[in-house]
């Protein structure tokens, strides 16, 4: 989430308990703050919104490893989080008039 602060921390924490139960995880998980989140700036696509940005940060953990959530900077990890969400709304929209033109044509 862009949103910040003591309450962001509670809800993550009580996300990351829930998620070791599903994933039948033990040990120590601990939730880290990623600084330079990028914020949302409609309000009608968290969801998208939410997703490009763990991928941002999945991506950037993938090529620099485990120093990347306490040291990235917004320019160079969520520089493209806005783009992906446009092309992932664009993405969504064309296949919701596929569906909706091949029930038409039935």
Not at 25 to 43: A, D, F, L
Not at 88 to 104: N, Q
Request: with cysteine; charged share 25%.
């Amino acid at each position: 989430d862009s949103g910040s602060g003591s309450s962001m921390r509670a809800v993550a924490n009580a996300y990351l308990a829930r998620l070791k139960l599903l994933m039948r995880i033990s040990g120590i998980v601990q939730v880290t703050e990623v600084r330079g989140y990028p914020k949302q700036g409609n309000m009608f696509d968290c969801g998208i919104f939410s997703l490009c940005g763990a991928e941002a940060v999945l991506e950037a953990y993938k090529t620099r490893g485990e120093e990347v959530c306490s040291n990235i900077k917004a320019s160079s990890c969520f520089s493209s989080v806005e783009q992906n969400v446009l092309n992932k709304r664009a993405g969504l929209r064309d296949a919701l008039k596929a569906m909706i033109e091949a029930r038409e044509n039935k």
